[in-house]
């Protein structure tokens, strides 16, 4: 299909040869076009331009969108999700509001492994269909790309049936999909007592017979303080390195775990949270390639301290930003509120959020060469908003619905 917009009062994050990723100073730079147009066909952008220079031949697009008054920008990317889960944990949110901390409610047999049972218990289809209404509805909230973790397993079989789910969502719906495979997200009943065992069947089972069936892009391991250590999550981690997943890594959400570094050591595409991060850890990443990937989703829900977006950005780094979409502490995929967050919690200027959440998410799930950026060859993935004053109306506005039309490769999806 041939797609035009045109009449556009901004387009956003434009560029004929976009940089991989923006850090530090350079998060400010939100390149754009005023009075701009669009062309699409298929599922790739073609070109764009200033409307003085629009080839007429381009009216003759089979879906033509008068922009005026509109901002266009690249659809979201969300680089570290767990939607695909069984039911709901409302009554855990019920015991938070009671005083109960996360580690308390994980205790009395809540949390992950709450998730995990009710996860055995939903045949495959089931989960399929709970899991694809919440895909629906992040699209419709402008996410064109997406990472998705198992972890709620805990064992081969289920572990297995989650990635399936992915596979299934990828073959299913038009927007980009990446998943990653999180058998240590926690210990599972059985072997509480015994977690070397459980380590060793992530290693010599579990790993062999996801990358027999190509179900995973990445390794995810919890490094933290009650999950798994930095020793642990090394010898996990490089275990699926050599059956080519890349590591990805959940750090230093709950304390100094020591995740940031074991992330570097091991060439980590992305360390995630990083409520808990110093001088140090900053440091740390500044001799990387691994890209800090915060999710402020979770530390609203949860209250807990925010992660020290300001201070890693204005030291060099850059920064990503995540829905953290999961039952138990970020139970929303809206990335618009998380830009909204970013600003108002994380201190973030409008432009950094906006650079967070496309050009520098999709570095983080390894979909940069397709996604993030308004430019000729990547994926026609884009937002339409409704008549705005300008960008930064987005995350000040937070709560409201701004989105006109969400594409996703190509496919009108509102």
Request: proline share 5%.
């Amino acid at each position: 299909m041939r797609i035009l917009i045109y009449n556009i009062k901004k387009l956003l994050q434009v560029s004929k040869q976009t940089p991989e990723i923006r850090k530090g100073e350079e998060m400010k730079i939100l390149p754009f076009l005023e009075n701009a147009w669009m062309y699409c066909e298929g599922k790739k952008i073609v070109n764009f331009g200033l409307m003085k220079d629009m080839p007429s031949e381009y009216y003759s697009a089979e879906k033509t969108f008068d922009a005026v008054g509109r901002i266009v920008m690249p659809a979201y990317c969300d680089p570290h999700t767990h939607l695909v889960y069984a039911g709901s944990r409302e009554t855990e949110f019920v015991d938070k509001i009671k005083g109960l901390t996360y580690e308390e409610i994980a205790k009395r047999g809540g949390g992950i492994l709450n998730s995990a049972t009710a996860l055995h218990n939903l045949p495959e289809e089931e989960l399929f269909q709970q899991s694809a209404d919440r895909i629906r509805g992040i699209m419709q909230q402008g996410t064109g790309a997406v990472e998705i973790k198992s972890g709620y397993g805990l064992n081969l079989e289920d572990e297995l049936k989650m990635l399936r789910v992915i596979r299934k969502i990828r073959m299913e719906f038009p927007l980009t999909v990446k998943s990653s495979f999180l058998g240590a997200h926690a210990v599972p009943y059985e072997f509480l007592n015994h977690k070397e065992k459980y380590i060793d069947k992530i290693i010599n089972e579990m790993i062999p017979a996801i990358s027999a069936e190509g179900l995973a892009d990445f390794i995810d391991v919890f490094c933290d303080v009650g999950f798994f250590t930095p020793e642990e999550t090394a010898r996990i981690l490089k275990a699926g390195f050599r059956y080519g997943l890349l590591p990805k890594i959940h750090a230093n959400e709950l304390a100094f775990s020591g995740g940031i570094k074991v992330g570097v050591e091991n060439n980590a595409l992305s360390v995630d949270h990083l409520e808990f991060t110093g001088d140090a850890e900053i440091k740390l990443l500044l001799n990387s390639r691994t890209i800090p990937t915060l999710l402020p989703g979770a530390s609203f829900f949860l209250g807990i301290g925010y992660a020290p977006a300001r201070k890693m950005i204005d030291a060099g780094l850059p920064v990503a930003i995540a829905s953290d979409y999961n039952p138990g502490s970020s139970p929303s995929g809206n990335m618009n509120f998380i830009l909204s967050l970013a600003c108002i919690k994380l201190r973030m200027l409008p432009e950094e959020a906006i650079n967070a959440s496309t050009l520098n998410s999709a570095y983080a799930m390894g979909v940069e060469s397709t996604n993030g950026c308004i430019s000729p060859g990547k994926l026609s993935s884009f937002i339409i908003t409704r008549k705005i004053p300008g960008p930064e109306f987005i995350p000040y506005s937070f709560g409201t619905d701004l989105i006109e039309h969400v594409f996703c490769n190509g496919k009108l999806i509102k």
